[in-house]
C-alpha cells in the first residue's frame, strides 16, 4: 500500500508481509498536515491488526515544526497499535532533537542515522532487531 499527501508533504508505503512501513516527511508541517497524516494511519494501523511492526523513516527533507503535541500524542497511539521500531534518518541536529524527546516521551525503540550509509545502517538495524526487510526503493 502507498499512500501520498495531497499537498506533497508526506508519502507512506506499506510492506504488510515484512510489517515495515517506510516514510518519508518534508518541509515545514501544520496542524492540518498533521491531522491528514494522522487520519492516512489508521489505514496503516488497520494493516498490522496490533501485530509489531517498525518504520524506516526519512526526515532529511523534513524541518522541525510546532506539532510535538500532537507528534507525541500519534507515536504513543501507534506504540498501543504495536510500532516497536524506528530508523530515523536526519542529519539536522535540531529534528534530531524533537524526534529524540518524542520518541522518549513515547517509549517507542529508536534509532537515528546520517551520512552517507544512512540508508543501509538504518536497515542493517532494524534487521538486527527482527524485522526484514525488501531493498530500499523510492522513499
Not at 521500531?85 to 542515522?113: R, V, W
Request: glycine content about 6%.
Amino acid at each position: 500500500m502507498e499512500i501520498v499527501d495531497s499537498k506533497g508533504m508526506y508519502t507512506i508505503l506499506v510492506d504488510q508481509r515484512n510489517r515495515i512501513v517506510y516514510e518519508k516527511n518534508t518541509g515545514v508541517w501544520t496542524s492540518e498536515d498533521f491531522k491528514r497524516f494522522s487520519d492516512d494511519y489508521n489505514m496503516v494501523f488497520d494493516t498490522f491488526g496490533n501485530k509489531p511492526w517498525a518504520k524506516l523513516c526519512n526526515l532529511s527533507e523534513y524541518q522541525v515544526s510546532s506539532i510535538y503535541k500532537y507528534l507525541i500524542e500519534f507515536l504513543e497511539l501507534s506504540v498501543e497499535n504495536g510500532y516497536t521500531h524506528c530508523a530515523i534518518i536526519s542529519d539536522n541536529p535540531i529534528t534530531n532533537a524533537q524526534m529524540h524527546e518524542t520518541c522518549k516521551k513515547a517509549g517507542l525503540n529508536y534509532s537515528f542515522f546520517s551520512g552517507i550509509n544512512a540508508f543501509e545502517d538504518s536497515i542493517d538495524w532494524l534487521e538486527s532487531n527482527g524485522y526484514k526487510l525488501k531493498e530500499f526503493a523510492s522513499c
